[in-house]
């Protein structure tokens, strides 16, 4: 080989070399690393989780690291709720919220504030007199009026919207008989929304609810949010919780719930969503499962199968294309929980099953119910 050939492979073997650098620097992957829910979503909805307290313990927490990568908003499980945050009537444990509060702020998340009024998770104290009677309406409302304040002016800074109510319809649409209904009768509502309003101005308030998707209790909570739109009260969104079953709701029942309340003026949040791939029919809550019933009801406790996986892949790309569709309408889709590991469905309704209804699995790895909601949205 002479000089001249040398020097022209050697060109020829720089420039390839160039070729391939430029080309790894400008190529913009699709593996699964580089997409993150937040940046998919950004045209159309927030989207984000609940975190718990529990999470906070341990430094390189897998849940939290996904929860940065992926998410922009968050909700408290349950620390703001009455009873963790107000257990006694003179003593308010901040602290848990505070840090959850403090997280969000750091990674520039918007917080979601859930809940306010709700007949669980509240301590009995609220609604007794000092002899363990019922209260009276006068009571109860001052108590609602100052814990109303008192949590929601703590987080005045920090908070961008309430669940003011929570689950105050029964399945038939009319109001659930609480001791909030029963003590303070139906404009306990209202008066939620009132105490909101004037604690932070500036806060978004919720009307948020399960099983919104079927008739009867659509019906009723169209009956709340224009109950208040007619007295001039503040209410910004409706929230479906979305713990979603393989089988229910429908995507087209979906579909037209989203529209319903969207022509009410106000917008729709998909505010707890999972999708409980174990057994629900004819199964009660807080029971502990004999062997025969482990069988049964905890199907897949040695992991799950392909063919569920798939389902399940299939079924969450069915809700999340009519998400998409809605994109006007829908402002924002939380999970209830990071991991299949942390998801509430592990002990509820039933204590001790194994349940995947997330999109990451025990090990903080996307599902293929992950890449299927990705590829609802075009890559831009
Ligand atoms: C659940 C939490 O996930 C559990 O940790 C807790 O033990 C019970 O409450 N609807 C709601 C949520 O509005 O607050 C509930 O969260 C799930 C159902």
């Known amino acids: 080989m002479n000089m001249l050939n040398i020097k022209i492979l050697n060109i020829a073997r720089i420039s390839w070399l160039g070729i391939l ?3 790894s620097f400008s190529y913009k992957g699709n593996a699964p690393e580089d ?23 341990d430094e390189d927490n897998l849940e939290l690291a996904i929860v940065k990568k992926h998410f922009n908003t968050i909700t408290a499980e349950n620390e703001m709720k009455w009873g963790p945050i107000h257990p006694k009537p003179d003593e308010y444990n901040f602290e848990p919220a505070d840090i959850i509060a403090d997280f969000g702020k750091k990674n520039n998340m918007l917080i979601i504030g859930h809940t306010l009024i709700w ?7 609220v609604f007794e007199n000092k002899e363990g009677n019922p209260a009276d ?15 929601v002016g703590r987080y005045k800074e920090n908070v961008h919207g309430w669940d003011v109510v929570n689950e105050a319809l029964d399945e038939d649409g009319k109001l659930r008989q609480s001791s909030w209904m029963k003590i303070v009768g139906e404009d306990y509502i209202a008066k939620a929304f009132q105490f909101a309003h004037e604690a932070d101005p500036e806060a978004e308030l919720y009307y ?12 009723g909570a169209i009956k709340i949010v224009k109950n208040l739109q007619s007295q001039g009260i503040k209410i910004d ?16 029942q979906l579909d037209s719930t989203i529209k319903e309340f969207a022509a009410l003026g106000i917008k729709v949040m998909i505010t707890e969503l999972d999708i409980d791939v174990l057994p629900y029919k004819d199964i009660s809550a807080e029971v502990t499962l004999n062997m025969e019933m482990q069988e049964k009801y905890n199907p897949y406790k040695d992991g799950l199968p392909d063919s569920v996986q798939v389902s399940l892949a299939q079924r969450y790309k069915d809700l999340f294309e009519v998400f998409v569709e809605n994109k006007n309408s829908v402002d924002r889709v939380t999970f209830w929980g990071v991991t299949d590991k942390d998801s509430w469905l592990n002990y509820w309704p039933v204590r001790g099953r194994k349940n995947y209804p997330l999109l990451f699995d025990r090990n903080g790895k996307p599902k293929q119910a992950f890449d299927a909601v990705v590829k609802t949205v075009e890559i831009n």
């Open 21 to 23: 650098i430029i080309i």
């Open 35 to 57: 997409i993150t829910l937040k940046e998919r979503f950004k045209d159309h909805f927030l989207i984000g989780s609940a975190i718990n307290r529990h999470l906070f313990s």
């Open 119 to 125: 007949h669980n998770q509240t301590p009995k104290w």
């Open 137 to 151: 309406r006068e009571t109860l409302l001052k108590r609602m009026k100052e814990h109303i304040q008192k949590v």
């Open 208 to 219: 948020n609810d399960f099983s919104l998707e079927n008739k009867p209790k659509r019906e």
């Open 237 to 252: 969104a409706v929230g479906l919780q979305g713990h979603y079953k393989m089988d229910w709701p429908t995507p087209a």
